[in-house]
């Protein structure tokens, strides 16, 4: 059986939510970050950068959690034949899946740990703060490029009428904004967005498992 390694509400949510999607069997494993379970030897034999999540399918062993997503969505397809969260290799949809996927890896969620982790930016506390606002201030045009996109799009989602992997990573990473002067919760577009998502039974069964309590987003 699959493992997930885990920490609540982390970067684990967004391969969470596609497991409970594909109704795939899968065990959970806790890594205590507050105990630093993470950086431990027994973890970091499994995985030596010590972040979270870590997927284990048999042999293989992954990390980085938009590439969990993307092989979920590939490997598992079949077993959730009413929707495909990743469109069909050589369309245009699945370009656009790329391109949203790396956009909100590289771009919004790297932002995001900027904000969270200031300190390993700048060596002292005036500069971090510095360092944070200017994170949120970049991660606010951010979510206004998403918000625009979502106005124009031709369907509820990302990639128009069909949910995919890149909401259910966005749903993540949106989450991580919910301490914001203006959240994601806070934009036209985005807000009835994350109303849809949050409807969805993956959803609300992962925050229930990973003891995630209000606000969700
Ligand atoms: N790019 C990685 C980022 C993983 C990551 O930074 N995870 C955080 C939790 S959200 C973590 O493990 N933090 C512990 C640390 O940095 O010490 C991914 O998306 O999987």
């Known amino acids: 059986m699959m493992q997930l390694y885990y920490s609540p509400g982390t970067a684990c949510l967004a391969p969470h939510f596609l497991l409970e999607e594909l109704g795939l069997p899968y065990e959970l494993v806790l890594v205590d970050t507050s105990k630093q379970e993470h950086q431990q030897a027994a973890y970091l034999k499994l995985n030596p950068n010590g972040k979270i999540p870590l997927l284990i399918d048999g042999d293989l062993q992954l990390t980085e959690s938009a590439a969990i997503c993307l092989y979920l969505a590939d490997q598992y397809a ?14 245009p949809e699945r370009a656009r899946l790329y391109q949203w996927m790396m956009y909100l890896t590289n771009t919004l969620q790297a932002e995001l740990l900027s904000y969270f982790y200031p300190e390993r930016l700048h060596d002292d ?42 909401d259910l990573f966005l749903f993540m990473l949106c989450r991580w904004t919910r301490g914001m002067q203006k959240p994601a919760r806070d934009y036209a577009q985005l807000g009835p ?25």
């Open 125 to 166: 506390v005036a500069g971090a703060a510095q360092v944070k606002a200017h994170a949120e201030q970049r991660v606010a045009q951010m979510l206004g490029y998403i918000d625009d996109h979502l106005a124009q799009a031709q369907g509820a989602y990302l990639l128009g009428e069909q949910v995919s992997i890149a």
């Open 78 to 91: 079949a077993q959730h034949k009413a929707i495909n969260f990743s469109p069909a290799l050589g369309t």
């Open 193 to 217: 967005y994350l109303q849809r998502l949050f409807e969805r039974r993956s959803i609300i069964k992962t925050f229930e498992m990973e003891g995630i309590q209000a606000p969700f987003y």
